[in-house]
């Protein structure tokens, strides 16, 4: 095993600079004679004092304590955690995207700008929508958005609706985003088939029902082919219908969001369309509406003039206002719409058929190992379920620990919160058939472990830099920076 | 099926053993539980495939079409600056196993990232002077908005006090954010580049849960927080800071002069402005709010065998276990753009920070006094600035107009005040980094007083 590693701040040597900085080259005053000595820093920043080789070496080691797609299998189900393109890379660094100001005379980033009104143009056409903002900076922020917009709209009708409905199975932070846009959430129970249970839809809808929350394919990776059905149910009752649109990898260009009768969605560029997950963001969430409820989109919108020219469009009165400062995070949005130009729309249609072939055939052989509760034919993602190895001690999250002895990121464990012991794996359009076997191979030969040696299991890992963490310790006595000032 | 792509490794033989595997006949089985009724016949109307060829080509021409500051000399700040960039930055934050990594949910394989971020917050701890700093959040902006939400939850109160020196789209978003928490918002003018310390005074009172002040504010003009700081605590309100940290070299840490809640965006520290985003919000609270942080925070812990170790902390905060109880939705932050932040601090170190900044210091004030000597143009405001101060032009004179005279001089102007403030038309921002050389400043100042 490694040893500890040291923090860069443990690494300081008084003296030591890793800066290069231009001598000043304008006549100079004590900064005390520009800003009262009141308002002067008392005591410098305590940052460390090193040289450019410790930098280079520090972060290069923690790079090689963390685990990224590129070094292997990465089947996170629910983040879709595909090959990251390296042209995706190479365009957003371009300096006629990564050094432009959105303040700039709008004749001076024209590009930029068909760039956004393309891509604008080509996640409607994805999701059947009409019309898109590319402003939200997270799949979470773009939850909030539609559902501002949302409130927006039944207010614009004289209407008070309080109440955003979502299945046992959505994400967590479908409720939260409802909470933090004003409204309460009722949570419905799924059916025995992982389903929403029309019933239980029935009895929460009402005059007071803003809207339903769904992701389909589920979070149990199951397509509600009921949805025509759900759709109506909420639209009779006056609320619109969400779609969390997490789960998108598994329908594009096989069906749409727009046309199962949803009036709002959320993408997450960081999914679906490829750009990296840098170890938790940056994303982007773009959201896209029908048409009643385009007055409401966050201002501005790009948009085109007559004579080709693009612009920002602020005249939007009945807009819920800004929700992103500037135009969202553009230099994602370059890589999302590298990405979409890699394939088109027949490519993006076979990402999502291999995706969800893929996943079946997962789900098909590792279905002798593991209980899967919801059999069938799956998405792009499938359910498992641990508890048969509770019989030996044995509870998922150990298995996932075993699985990094065998250079595999584990899958999502304990969600959804509604099947017990729960192992969540996609695996994506992006991985092969031998990286699939290796993997359920060493599923397999996991579960046979927890029968035969199960300490094995619930003492993993073994190869890794730290071993188990105390995670209580943390929350108990939080540690939350190294104190160095 | 006969599709290939340089992303997929799926062969007609994989497909067809996979499929035999499954029992089906055709990945056209695989969908049968989508409804005939909703199923998308034909192809979507949407940009079609390039080759890498065609598409670098492509690509290429439509950055070409845009002013960047390799080509154009910049003065414009606003909230996004011009500054040097380190190199090791990009060696760094390009290294896949930062880029292509999820959250760090398994901390043992991510310990790279766990402790990158502690890293962070401890960097922001010590710039802010704060005690506790979150994994960072949206962009500096929407961190001001979840500031305001913050100090609403935590004194129980629905008035957020914010100044109008604030960053205009960090206000419309505090607006924004407000309409959906029921919160009122009370917005303060201002005097000399200032706020008003006389209308804060009066608008302050038992139902304010926060004043919202930002140092340098949009003016560029230095705060008197200590001034500010006695108004609020007076009537047990938050004094939220939003802050430039590049600015943090030189001025008092927030923390020292009361703050309860420090904010700020992290472009400063070696982020590309690319039309604005991504940034990277920073989110500093005083220890009793510890619990009430929005977003992620990492903590320092031990293994099974003593070895110091990071995690994912304080997760019951979070809506995965809190759900609707949550008073927050963030999820995913800026982490990788964080990694920017703090390579970049790793680099400065403690004499680099300081240097930069006096760096600005010194050359925004040279270049205000250039300009301010030139014909007509005047300085309005006397209060102290960092790196970005208010130019008045000659009567007559349109920002937009001068800037698309600079703009075919090589240079990109400065804001045009009047866009977000009507009484400041004819009014423009400039700032000045420490990439500006004097000749440069010089040539503005020059064409800037032959435009006007």
Known sequence: ?485 | MSYKHRYIPMTEQDEAEMLQTIGAQTIEDLFRDIPASIRYRGTLPMSSALDEQELLKHMKELAGRNADNERFISFLGAGLYDHHIPVVINHIISRSEFYTAYTPYQPEISQGELQAIFEFQSYICELTGMAVANASMYDGATALAEAGALASAATRRKQVVISRTVHPEAREIMHTTARGLGLEVVEIGYAGGVTDLEQLQSAVSDQTAAVIVQSPNFFGCVEDITAIEPIVHARKGLLVVSMNPMAMGLLEAPGRLGADIVVGDAQPLGIPASLGGPTCGFFAVAEPLMRRMPGRIVGQTVDRDGKRGFVLTLQAREQHIRREKATSNICSNQALLALCASVYLSTMGKAGILEAANLNLQKAHYAASAIGSQSGCTLPFPSPFFNEFVVKLPDGASAAELNRGLLASGFIGGYDLGETYPELAGHMLVAVTEKRTKAEIDQFANRLGELV
């Open chain 1, 1 to 485: 095993m490694k040893p500890e590693k040291a923090l860069i701040f443990e690494m300081s040597r008084p003296g030591r600079v890793a800066y290069s900085l231009p001598a000043c080259d304008v006549p100079e005053s004590a900064p005390a004679d520009y800003i009262p000595a009141s308002m002067l820093r008392s005591k410098p920043a305590e940052l460390p004092e090193v040289y450019e080789v410790d930098v280079i070496r520090h972060y290069t080691e923690l790079s090689r304590r963390n685990f990224g797609i590129d070094n292997g299998f990465y089947p996170l189900g629910s983040c879709t955690m595909k090959y990251n393109p390296k042209i995706n890379e190479n365009t957003a660094r371009f300096a006629g995207f990564a050094g432009i100001h959105p303040y700039q005379p709008v004749e001076s980033i024209q590009g930029a700008l068909e760039l956004l009104y393309t891509l604008q143009n080509d996640l409607a056409a994805l999701t059947g929508m009409d019309q898109v903002t590319l402003q939200p900076a997270a799949g979470a922020h773009g939850e909030w958005t539609g559902l501002m917009m949302i409130r927006a709209y039944h207010e614009s009708r004289g209407e008070k609706r309080t109440k955003v409905i979502v299945p046992d199975s959505s994400h967590g932070t479908n409720p939260a985003s409802a909470t933090v846009a004003g409204f309460e959430t009722i949570t419905i129970t799924s059916n025995e088939r992982g389903h929403v249970d029309l019933d239980a839809l029935r009895a929460a809808v009402g005059p007071d029902t803003a809207a339903l929350m769904l992701t389909n394919p589920s979070t149990l990776g199951l397509f509600e082919e009921q949805i025509e059905e759900i759709a109506a149910i909420i639209h009779k009752a006056g609320g619109l219908l969400y779609y969390d649109g997490a789960n998108s990898n598994a329908i594009m260009g096989i069906t749409r969001p727009g046309d199962m009768g949803f009036d709002v969605v959320h993408l997450n560029l960081h999914k679906t369309m490829s750009t990296p997950h840098g170890g938790g963001g940056p994303g982007a969430g773009p959201v896209g509406v029908k048409s009643r409820l385009i007055p409401f989109l966050p201002k501005p919108v790009v948009a085109k003039r007559e004579d080709g020219t693009f612009y920002f469009d602020f005249d939007r009165p009945a807009s819920i206002g800004r929700v992103k400062a500037y135009y969202g995070n553009f230099g994602i949005l370059v890589r999302a719409y590298t990405y979409i130009r890699t394939y088109g729309p027949e490519g993006l249609r076979r990402v999502s058929e291999c995706a969800v072939l893929n996943a079946n055939y997962m789900m098909r052989r590792l279905s002798n190992a593991y209980e899967i509760p919801y059999p069938g034919v799956c998405k792009h993602e499938f359910v498992m379920s641990g508890r048969g190895l509770k019989r030996y001690g044995v509870r998922t999250l150990d298995v996932a620990k075993r699985l990094l002895d065998f250079g595999y990121h584990p899958p999502t464990i304990y969600f959804p919160l509604n099947v017990e012991e729960c192992i969540m794996i996609e695996p994506t359009e992006t991985e092969s058939k031998e990286t699939l076997d290796a993997f359920v191979d060493t599923m397999i030969s996991i579960a046979k472990e927890a029968e035969e040696t199960p300490e094995v299991v619930l003492n993993a890992p073994y190869d890794t830099v730290v071993r188990r963490l105390d995670e209580t310790q943390a929350a108990r006595k939080p540690v939350l920076n190294c104190s160095c000032g």
